[in-house]
């Protein structure tokens, strides 16, 4: 019998700790066959105790390596050249990546077979053998960072009088069936890497900053942190009705909170871009990754249709009582700004969300209240006869205007007869009615 080492044999004159690694490559990869008693070289020596040779082994790989790979390794003795040898049979696992439990779901622990020998897979091959083993969910997979603490999850649940231990995270789905992390224990994790930036400028544009903040950690903790930062600039304004005083908030506390929400339990977490926040004196802009799953519209969303990305995060934030009920967040939004005259706006792509919140105090500075002497009419019209059709985006830049304010001026000038209208949402086209001058 020949032995030589190749993808899928290896050979160890004795146990040693690198026989841990072996096994895990193999596992990873298309399994494989190790020998031990048996040289570098192919040169059989032999073990004087197979028995206690094939404990040890054993041992070894039910303490280091994870998840349990026990029922994937077989032993056997075999007599070769008059000399017992052991040999180890590993078939490939079906709960890849394994990796020694020391070192957790990182290149230093995690092994790949690459010729005659295991090596350190990279963190793209982690993730793919992740994919190929827990499907497409995000939050159903295991977590590449398993030292997680949860101080600010424990404080959550410990407000509204609730357990988090070990039993209610694997209910919960942020421990799998064999102990490990996994992206929804991440996401709520005080080690979460996914952040909110949130930025205040002056005026209706980003050419100045007033203040701008990053907010990490926990979703919950961000949750609270966030909110805090919008309320704090969430300004109330007084005005009177006879001897009445009335006080009036830039933005309801509802439609904050909804829009919020919203950014944290339905973006896409599989990317690693910032949820974006930006504040500016006419309105609130949320901006967070992932557009609408397939199949689904904006006039879904409105209608009360909840398709949710992450089943599991919401049903928590449904637990702790941030959420409702399911589909009602983007009704309760309108029906905040009902008989306001202001009307919040949504737009998406494929690969983002965005929920516009006007300010119900702006005072529409950028839009004079004698719009014909302010000459905005006169140009749009002139553009429309030089160009013809037209859409939102070519006022905004005509007459330099918040998308915001190029709406209320159109919308305006359509219930004037001004402007004639086709299409809906963003191909929604503009153009001046037939009749004498045009």
Do not use: W
């Amino acid at each position: 019998m020949e032995f030589r080492e190749s993808e899928t044999v290896e050979a160890k004159q004795i146990v040693v700790e690198d026989v841990k690694k072996e096994i895990i490559a193999f596992a990873n990869c298309c399994g494989g066959m190790l020998y031990i008693g048996v040289t570098d070289s192919g040169e059989v020596v032999g073990v004087e105790n197979p028995d206690k040779t094939i404990q040890q082994i054993t041992n070894m790989v039910r303490d280091s390596i994870k998840p349990d790979v026990t029922m994937f390794v077989h032993y056997d003795t075999v007599e070769v050249e008059g000399k017992q040898i052991v040999a180890v049979n590993v078939q490939r696992g079906t709960d890849r990546p394994y990796y020694l439990s020391g070192k957790g779901l990182r290149p230093e622990g995690v092994y790949v077979r690459q010729g005659t020998s295991s090596v350190p897979a990279t963190d793209t091959a982690i993730r793919r053998m992740i994919k190929e083993t827990d499907g497409d969910s995000f939050e159903n997979m295991r977590s590449l960072e398993q030292a997680l603490t949860f101080r600010a999850a424990g404080s959550e649940f410990a407000q509204r009088k609730m357990e988090f231990g070990i039993p209610q995270m694997r209910t919960l789905g942020i421990l799998n069936t064999d102990g490990i992390y996994t992206n929804l224990g991440f996401l709520l994790s005080d080690q979460c890497a996914h952040t909110i930036k949130a930025a205040t400028f002056q005026g209706t544009d980003q050419n100045a900053f007033k203040d701008r903040r990053e907010f990490s950690g926990s979703l919950l903790q961000q949750l609270n942190d966030v909110y805090e930062y919008i309320d704090l600039r969430n300004q109330t304004h007084a005005s009177f009705d006879k001897l009445r005083r009335i006080d009036k908030r830039d933005y309801p506390e509802v439609v904050i909170r909804e829009a919020l929400l919203n950014s944290l339990v339905h973006r896409d977490y599989s990317f690693s871009a910032s949820t974006l926040i930006s504040i500016y004196d006419d309105r609130i802009e949320f901006v967070s990754i992932g557009g609408l799953l397939t199949g689904i519209s904006i006039d879904d969303i409105m209608l009360g249709l909840s398709v949710c990305r992450n089943v599991k995060l919401a049903n928590i934030f449904y637990r702790l009582e941030l959420i409702e009920a399911y589909g009602t967040g983007m009704r309760k939004i309108m029906t905040a700004y009902r008989n306001t005259g202001k009307t919040p706006q949504i737009e998406a792509t494929n690969n983002a969300f965005k929920i516009v919140l006007p300010n119900l105090n702006a005072n529409m500075a950028d839009i004079p209240e004698n719009r014909h002497e302010s000459g905005y009419e006169e140009k749009v019209l002139q553009m429309a006869k030089t160009k013809g059709d037209f859409v939102r985006r070519d006022v905004e830049e005509l007459l330099n205007l918040s998308q915001p304010s190029a709406s209320r001026l159109i919308r305006k000038m359509v219930e004037d007869g001004l402007l004639l209208h086709r299409g809906k949402g963003r191909n929604t086209q503009y153009s001046v009615p037939p009749g004498p001058g045009y």
